[in-house]
């Protein structure tokens, strides 16, 4: 540095040393993601499930329909590797075409209360005023119905006929814990709207005379929405439960429709004699949810910068 | 005399206090309550006060992120509260803002590409959608930015640099005026100096006109033209940099400008400190009369109960605006002129280095 | 002051150990070096630092964030987490005893009673959940084993010494009763509670108001001499250090680089970096200044530069400064200065 220094207005040009290129905080989060052991167990499990979901017939070409009496309550073999059930039902297969009731249902449930509890989230945190207030107490009484007991109350008035076909049904668990699911992640929205606004980045859009809509779409949202994401995952989890626990009452998905809650009900009356038969469908429920607890887990590691 | 660009006008901004289970109104924090001035063209208007003066939330209310609650702002002759949808947009082009936390004011997801551009994408008619890339690096290039760093994001940077992002987003329209909420207060010594050289450059080259919003009596002093003195949601004292800090009519600005520690040890002794009792009463329930008769040595009956009002009163080189019924010069500091120093022997115009005292080392000294 | 006198005869501190200063000394740091260890690479905050502090002095450490400056007085303290931060070598010595060597359970017992500490941020030093006077007495009851309202009736009188107003009455109030000012005089008042040796302020007045600024800087003056304490006084304030401090400590990049009595280092500072950061500060009594700003950044800790840490910003700087760290050498009576060019700056 020279004399010109004196008078240095353009003299901080070196940034601090070492970032060469471009570094965004998702790419950050990738990063320390991509290192973590648990994200690359549970993204396993959850490509495994996925895949069961969508094609079946990869990991079996066994008709999950197809009943075999004679051999009812056979052990695990060659030819049935996870046994039979009651039915004479081979297990392996139902418990791979089991997984895709739950996974549709989970899914489902997720992305609706993400749009909704979301949308309802931005605009009470974002607006104030008298549409928080209204938000807010709805969230408040939907808060105080848990979600099993909204789903067995809301089955139970709506029951299923026996004929009702199984998109229906699915269908109907997935608007149950839609309806019950999205005042949590509402309320958790809306508090994390309220720490984005009033950072000065937004006041300067506002400055700049920005429009609401593009305020949230640029600069609310994507700083709002991590912690959402991260309970939406772990949500997924409870979800497929919530929906194994409806069938196992009896009130979810019913036989014929194949799902592990149906699968674990029927096994119930057989557990001291051939406890294997409850076995499989309620280890893969535990690892279903568990992989996606886990998923959430891992990202919110990521996300938390005081982690790193 | 230049031109008025902005003039406020008796501006009032009180804040609802809500209580009880009811959630009703109990009181107002009074947090501007009748502050008018005026700012002229090309010039810098300082503000300073304490926290809890209303100082920032003036700026926000010039910005118009407030709405006053009572008192106009006329900005290049348009009445600006008076302004909606597209004519507000437009009026938001010529009067833009820096903050004070360069960390809270980039948003960390976008890179410095988009902040500095997002000007552009709010009022796409200044430039044009392929020029963008290059306007972008201009303004980087002006702040004194690398303008390869485009695709970098804030937390790349330092504060100081991050503080120069934010004052390119905030002269990218071009605007006429920019308001500075303490843009330097958050920054090293060593990095402040190179902010408020860039800020004192860019007002050369683009004739802006400052609203520089402070605690720092000394930065406001060196780079104000004008200054305005705020306690408690008002204006003690308003007028050119020498009326305020060489002759001091307000008490309060006569304290404030005591308590300023100079870095120079050898005035230890030599300079006169007024200590003020107690500490700035709540603005939800300001003192009557003169606000500051609470803390005044010089209060007397009258101050609790009349307003003093911001009038023009002797200061003994002529008058400025002062609102004291004691109003009285009093020279707090002593004012040495560098201004004729050339850059070269820039020795911060010490002393004369015979005065100085007797140098001890340990218990005995002070 | 009646309440001091005696506080300083009950100083057969209950501890059992005592400690007595050698001529005055209380305080010598040698050598100090800390690093901080990081999952991105090792981040050397304080690389070989020396000093003394005698009694009634009042050492300033002036220094930018990212200096060392907090650093240091964390480690004298030893509230530094260990784990991250790791001493790999250096003493600090109080009253002659190395206090890094010294067991926890004594060294513990340093903490009130011989050094103690006064944070930037009253609210968050605070408890919240506790009244002011409860969390003053606590100080003797710990420490001096006095029941509860002795301890109490003590506390009331520390806080009529550091000039809290109605003391009596708001003993029992809440920390965010308090303002900003009075929060940081009840920091100071359980500070000094066990009247120690030696005080260190680290960026006292940083968040407060100007005027309050000054009632307090006066207030721990008055409180200094009154009590001789040695004191440390950290910040970045170039203002606040020409007004109380008798020798100043100039950091850099965990590094003295200047040392001097303060009427020197500001008539002529020794150490480009001083030089510069005086040249850069606008002040309150000058008009028509022109500010000569220091280019570039402070260094990453974890890249500090060759040689002379400085030397990227430094317009003095040789190809000498590049490759030699100058060492803290005695440039004129009673100062040093860790520059090649320190006559030049000196006398430039």
Same mark, same amino acid.
């Given at each position: 540095m020279t004399e010109a220094s004196t008078i240095a207005v353009g003299a901080e040009t070196s940034a601090p040393a070492g970032h060469d290129e471009a570094r965004s905080l998702t790419s950050d989060a990738w990063r320390s993601l991509k290192k973590n052991p648990i994200f690359w167990v549970s993204m396993a499990l959850i490509v495994a499930f996925l895949l069961m979901a969508v094609w079946p017939s990869l990991f079996t070409n066994v008709d999950p329909a197809e009943a075999v009496?004679?051999?009812?309550?056979? *052990?695990?073999?060659?030819?049935?590797?996870?046994?039979?059930?009651?039915?004479?039902?081979?297990?392996?297969?139902?418990?791979?075409?089991? $997984? *895709? $009731? #739950?996974?549709?249902?989970?899914?489902?449930? #997720?992305? $609706?209360?993400?749009?909704?509890?979301g949308a309802m989230g931005v605009i009470a945190g974002y607006y104030g005023g008298w549409l928080d207030a209204v938000v807010s107490r709805v969230t408040d009484i939907f808060f105080a119905i848990p979600l099993l007991?909204?789903?067995?109350?809301? /089955?139970?008035?709506?029951?299923?006929?026996?004929?009702?076909?199984?998109?229906?049904?699915?269908?109907?668990?997935?608007?149950?814990?839609?309806?019950?699911?999205?005042?949590?992640? $509402? *309320?958790? /929205? *809306?508090?994390?709207?309220?720490?984005?606004?009033?950072?000065?980045y937004v006041q300067a859009a506002r400055a700049l005379g920005a429009t609401p809509w593009r305020i949230i779409r640029a600069h609310v949202l994507p700083n709002a929405l991590a912690p959402m994401i991260v309970v939406a995952t772990i949500n997924l989890g409870v979800f497929i439960s919530v929906e194994a626990t409806l069938s196992f009452l009896g009130i979810g998905l019913t036989p014929p429709a194949i799902s592990w809650g149906v699968a674990i009900s029927d096994a119930i009356v057989a557990l001291r004699t051939t406890p294997h038969i409850l076995l499989f469908p309620s280890l893969f429920l535990s690892l279903a949810v568990l992989a996606f607890i886990m998923l959430g887990d891992a990202v919110r590691d990521a996300f938390d910068p005081k982690s790193r | 005399m230049a031109e008025a660009i902005l003039t406020a006008t008796d501006l009032v901004k009180y804040y609802p206090i809500k209580g009880g289970v009811l959630r009703r109104k109990v009181g107002d924090v009074k947090a501007v309550d009748g502050v008018s001035f005026e700012l002229l063209k090309g010039e810098t208007l300082g503000i300073v006060g304490e926290s809890g003066c209303g100082k920032s939330t003036l700026g926000r209310l010039l910005m118009r992120l407030e709405e006053p609650t009572s008192g106009s702002v006329v900005f290049d002759g348009v009445d600006m509260y008076a302004q909606k949808g597209r004519a507000m947009r437009k009026l938001r082009r010529d009067i833009q803002i820096v903050f004070q936390d360069p960390y809270t004011s980039l948003n960390p997801r976008k890179t410095v590409g988009d902040i500095v551009g997002e000007p552009f994408d709010i009022h796409p008619d200044v430039v044009p &959608?392929?020029?963008?890339?290059?306007?972008?690096?201009?303004?980087?290039?002006?702040?004194?930015?690398?303008?390869?760093?485009?695709?970098?994001?804030?937390?790349? =940077?330092?504060?100081?640099? &991050?503080?120069?992002?934010?004052?390119?987003?905030?002269?990218?329209?071009?605007?006429?005026?920019?308001?500075?909420?303490?843009?330097?207060?958050?920054?090293?010594?060593?990095?402040?100096?190179?902010?408020?050289?860039?800020?004192?450059?860019?007002?050369?080259?683009?004739?802006?006109?400052?609203?520089?919003i402070a605690h720092d009596l000394s930065v406001v002093r060196h780079?104000?033209?004008?200054?305005?003195?705020?306690?408690?949601?008002?204006?003690?004292?308003?007028?050119?940099e020498d009326d305020i800090y060489g002759r001091p009519?307000?008490?309060?600005?006569?304290?404030?400008?005591?308590?300023?520690?100079?870095?120079?040890?050898?005035?230890?002794?030599?300079?006169?400190?007024?200590?003020?009792?107690?500490?700035?009463?709540?603005?939800?329930?300001?003192?009557?009369?003169? &606000? =500051?008769?609470?803390?005044?040595?010089?209060?007397?009956?009258?101050?609790?109960?009349?307003?003093?009002?911001?009038?023009?009163?002797?200061d003994g080189a002529g008058e400025h605006l002062s609102a004291c019924h004691f109003a009285q010069p009093r020279e707090i500091i002593e004012t040495i002129d560098v201004s004729d120093l050339a850059d070269g022997d820039l020795d911060t115009g010490r002393r004369d280095t015979a005065s100085l005292e007797p140098v001890g080392d340990g218990p005995a000294d002070s | 002051m009646t309440t001091s006198e005696t506080m300083a005869r009950e100083s057969a501190k209950s501890s059992g150990q005592t400690y007595k200063p050698q001529d005055g000394l209380l305080l010598e740091v040698e050598d100090l070096h800390?690093?901080?260890?990081?999952?991105?690479?090792?981040?050397?905050?304080?690389?070989?630092?020396?000093?003394?502090?005698?009694?009634?002095?009042?050492?300033?450490?002036?220094?930018?964030?990212?200096?060392?400056?907090?650093?240091?007085?964390?480690?004298?303290?030893?509230?530094?987490? %260990?784990?991250?931060?790791?001493?790999?070598?250096?003493?600090?010595?109080?009253?002659?005893?190395?206090?890094?060597?010294?067991?926890?359970? @004594?060294?513990?017992?340093?903490?009130?009673?011989?050094?103690? %500490?006064?944070?930037?941020?009253?609210?968050?030093?605070?408890?919240?959940?506790?009244?002011v006077g409860w969390q003053i007495a606590e100080m003797f009851r710990v420490h001096r084993g006095m029941n509860k309202s002795d301890a109490l009736e003590r506390a009331v009188k520390l806080m009529q010494r550091v000039q809290i107003p109605a003391a009596k009455e708001r003993v029992g109030a809440y920390p965010h009763q308090f303002s900003g000012g009075m929060r940081q005089r009840i920091m100071i008042a359980m500070a000094i509670a066990l009247d120690p040796a030696v005080l260190i302020a680290d960026e006292p007045t940083t968040a407060l108001d100007v005027t309050v600024q000054a009632q307090i800087m006066a207030l721990l003056q008055e409180l200094q001499e009154e009590r001789q304490m040695g004191l440390i006084l950290i910040t970045h304030d170039?203002?606040?250090?020409?007004?109380?401090?008798?020798?100043?400590?100039? %950091?850099y990049a965990g590094r003295i680089v200047e040392r001097a009595d303060v009427y020197d280092l500001y008539r002529q500072p020794g150490h480009p970096y001083t030089?510069?950061?005086?040249?850069?500060?606008?002040?309150? !009594? @000058?008009?028509?200044? @022109?500010?000569?700003?220091?280019?570039?950044?402070?260094?990453?800790?974890?890249?500090?530069?060759?040689?002379?840490?400085?030397?990227?910003?430094?317009?003095?700087?040789? !190809?000498?400064?590049?490759?030699?760290?100058?060492?803290?050498?005695?440039?004129?009576?009673g100062r040093e200065s860790a520059c090649h060019f320190a006559e030049e700056v000196l006398h430039g």
């Amino acid at each position: 540095m020279t004399e010109a220094s004196t008078i240095a207005v353009g003299a901080e040009t070196s940034a601090p040393a070492g970032h060469d290129e471009a570094r965004s905080l998702t790419s950050d989060a990738w990063r320390s993601l991509k290192k973590n052991p648990i994200f690359w167990v549970s993204m396993a499990l959850i490509v495994a499930f996925l895949l069961m979901a969508v094609w079946p017939s990869l990991f079996t070409n066994v008709d999950p329909a197809e009943a075999v009496l004679k051999q009812a309550r056979e *052990r695990p073999s060659a030819n049935a590797w996870f046994g039979r059930d009651i039915q004479g039902y081979d297990i392996y297969s139902r418990t791979i075409y089991g $997984a *895709r $009731a #739950s996974i549709l249902v989970g899914v489902f449930a #997720s992305i $609706a209360t993400v749009l909704i509890g979301g949308a309802m989230g931005v605009i009470a945190g974002y607006y104030g005023g008298w549409l928080d207030a209204v938000v807010s107490r709805v969230t408040d009484i939907f808060f105080a119905i848990p979600l099993l007991l909204g789903g067995i109350l809301f /089955m139970a008035t709506f029951p299923n006929d026996v004929d009702s076909p199984y998109l229906l049904v699915v269908g109907k668990v997935v608007l149950v814990l839609s309806i019950f699911g999205w005042p949590g992640l $509402a *309320r958790l /929205m *809306r508090s994390s709207v309220l720490q984005v606004k009033p950072n000065d980045y937004v006041q300067a859009a506002r400055a700049l005379g920005a429009t609401p809509w593009r305020i949230i779409r640029a600069h609310v949202l994507p700083n709002a929405l991590a912690p959402m994401i991260v309970v939406a995952t772990i949500n997924l989890g409870v979800f497929i439960s919530v929906e194994a626990t409806l069938s196992f009452l009896g009130i979810g998905l019913t036989p014929p429709a194949i799902s592990w809650g149906v699968a674990i009900s029927d096994a119930i009356v057989a557990l001291r004699t051939t406890p294997h038969i409850l076995l499989f469908p309620s280890l893969f429920l535990s690892l279903a949810v568990l992989a996606f607890i886990m998923l959430g887990d891992a990202v919110r590691d990521a996300f938390d910068p005081k982690s790193r | 005399m230049a031109e008025a660009i902005l003039t406020a006008t008796d501006l009032v901004k009180y804040y609802p206090i809500k209580g009880g289970v009811l959630r009703r109104k109990v009181g107002d924090v009074k947090a501007v309550d009748g502050v008018s001035f005026e700012l002229l063209k090309g010039e810098t208007l300082g503000i300073v006060g304490e926290s809890g003066c209303g100082k920032s939330t003036l700026g926000r209310l010039l910005m118009r992120l407030e709405e006053p609650t009572s008192g106009s702002v006329v900005f290049d002759g348009v009445d600006m509260y008076a302004q909606k949808g597209r004519a507000m947009r437009k009026l938001r082009r010529d009067i833009q803002i820096v903050f004070q936390d360069p960390y809270t004011s980039l948003n960390p997801r976008k890179t410095v590409g988009d902040i500095v551009g997002e000007p552009f994408d709010i009022h796409p008619d200044v430039v044009p &959608r392929k020029g963008r890339r290059k306007a972008v690096q201009d303004l980087l290039d002006l702040v004194g930015l690398n303008p390869e760093h485009i695709n970098r994001y804030p937390h790349q =940077f330092s504060g100081g640099q &991050r503080q120069r992002i934010g004052i390119a987003r905030g002269i990218a329209l071009n605007p006429k005026v920019l308001i500075c909420d303490e843009p330097v207060s958050a920054l090293d010594v060593s990095v402040q100096a190179q902010v408020v050289n860039l800020m004192e450059k860019l007002q050369d080259e683009l004739g802006l006109s400052y609203i520089f919003i402070a605690h720092d009596l000394s930065v406001v002093r060196h780079i104000s033209d004008r200054v305005g003195v705020m306690y408690l949601g008002k204006m003690a004292e308003l007028g050119e940099e020498d009326d305020i800090y060489g002759r001091p009519t307000h008490p309060y600005t006569q304290a404030l400008l005591s308590a300023v520690p100079v870095p120079d040890p050898t005035l230890r002794d030599k300079k006169e400190q007024i200590v003020l009792k107690g500490d700035v009463p709540s603005p939800a329930n300001p003192p009557s009369g003169c &606000r =500051f008769h609470t803390r005044c040595w010089k209060a007397q009956d009258k101050c609790k109960t009349d307003i003093p009002l911001l009038e023009l009163r002797p200061d003994g080189a002529g008058e400025h605006l002062s609102a004291c019924h004691f109003a009285q010069p009093r020279e707090i500091i002593e004012t040495i002129d560098v201004s004729d120093l050339a850059d070269g022997d820039l020795d911060t115009g010490r002393r004369d280095t015979a005065s100085l005292e007797p140098v001890g080392d340990g218990p005995a000294d002070s | 002051m009646t309440t001091s006198e005696t506080m300083a005869r009950e100083s057969a501190k209950s501890s059992g150990q005592t400690y007595k200063p050698q001529d005055g000394l209380l305080l010598e740091v040698e050598d100090l070096h800390v690093e901080f260890h990081t999952p991105d690479g090792i981040a050397r905050a304080i690389n070989g630092v020396n000093f003394d502090l005698f009694e009634g002095q009042t050492l300033a450490i002036l220094g930018e964030s990212g200096s060392g400056k907090s650093v240091t007085a964390q480690a004298i303290m030893g509230i530094l987490d %260990m784990p991250p931060a790791v001493i790999p070598k250096g003493q600090i010595r109080y009253c002659g005893q190395d206090l890094l060597t010294m067991p926890d359970e @004594q060294r513990r017992r340093t903490r009130g009673p011989e050094i103690s %500490m006064v944070f930037q941020d009253a609210l968050s030093s605070l408890n919240p959940v506790f009244p002011v006077g409860w969390q003053i007495a606590e100080m003797f009851r710990v420490h001096r084993g006095m029941n509860k309202s002795d301890a109490l009736e003590r506390a009331v009188k520390l806080m009529q010494r550091v000039q809290i107003p109605a003391a009596k009455e708001r003993v029992g109030a809440y920390p965010h009763q308090f303002s900003g000012g009075m929060r940081q005089r009840i920091m100071i008042a359980m500070a000094i509670a066990l009247d120690p040796a030696v005080l260190i302020a680290d960026e006292p007045t940083t968040a407060l108001d100007v005027t309050v600024q000054a009632q307090i800087m006066a207030l721990l003056q008055e409180l200094q001499e009154e009590r001789q304490m040695g004191l440390i006084l950290i910040t970045h304030d170039l203002g606040v250090v020409a007004n109380v401090a008798d020798k100043i400590a100039v %950091m850099y990049a965990g590094r003295i680089v200047e040392r001097a009595d303060v009427y020197d280092l500001y008539r002529q500072p020794g150490h480009p970096y001083t030089k510069g950061l005086l040249e850069s500060i606008p002040r309150l !009594d @000058q008009k028509g200044q @022109q500010l000569a700003a220091i280019g570039g950044l402070p260094p990453n800790l974890m890249r500090i530069p060759e040689g002379c840490a400085f030397n990227p910003r430094c317009k003095f700087a040789q !190809d000498v400064c590049r490759e030699d760290r100058p060492a803290l050498l005695e440039v004129a009576p009673g100062r040093e200065s860790a520059c090649h060019f320190a006559e030049e700056v000196l006398h430039g």
